[in-house]
């Protein structure tokens, strides 16, 4: 299964186990395999495919919520959901955080509350 969630593109699958009949998930995240951290996954087997593919997406949304949970080495960043270009530009909404560029910034934000943003008030002299 292969979705793009915030901008990032997530490829779940899983593999059975050799000589078991445990399944593993395995999630990549923008082209990096992930690994998953024992504490937040301990068990690693689940009793068929699909509940291990649906694991390992979920692990892979997790992954890009969170990104200060993953290892420096995987390098993942947040994208403007509209382009896709590399942002630390966000505003969240509904319980959900929205990452956008600067140029689409008025356009997610619409998009998402259905309102035109605000104009800041101009500094008192």
């Known amino acids: 299964m292969e979705i793009t969630y ?18 593993e998930p395995h999630t ?8 998953f951290d024992p504490l937040n996954f301990r068990n690693r087997r689940f009793n068929n495919e699909q509940e291990a593919t649906d694991y390992a997406l979920e692990y892979g949304k997790w992954l890009i919520d969170h990104p200060t949970s993953v290892s420096a080495d995987s390098q993942l960043t947040t994208k403007c959901e509209i382009c896709g270009k590399a942002t630390n530009l966000s505003f969240s909404f509904g319980g959900k955080i929205y990452y956008y560029c600067e140029q689409h910034k008025e356009e997610l934000y619409r998009r998402v509350t259905g309102k035109t943003p605000k104009k800041p008030a101009k500094p008192k002299k």
């Not at 779940?12 to 186990?17: D, H, Q, V, Y």
């Open 6 to 23: 915030k901008g990032h593109n997530i490829k779940a699958t899983a593999r059975l186990l050799p000589g078991t009949d445990a399944w």
């Open 28 to 35: 990549v995240v923008d082209g990096q395999r992930i690994t």
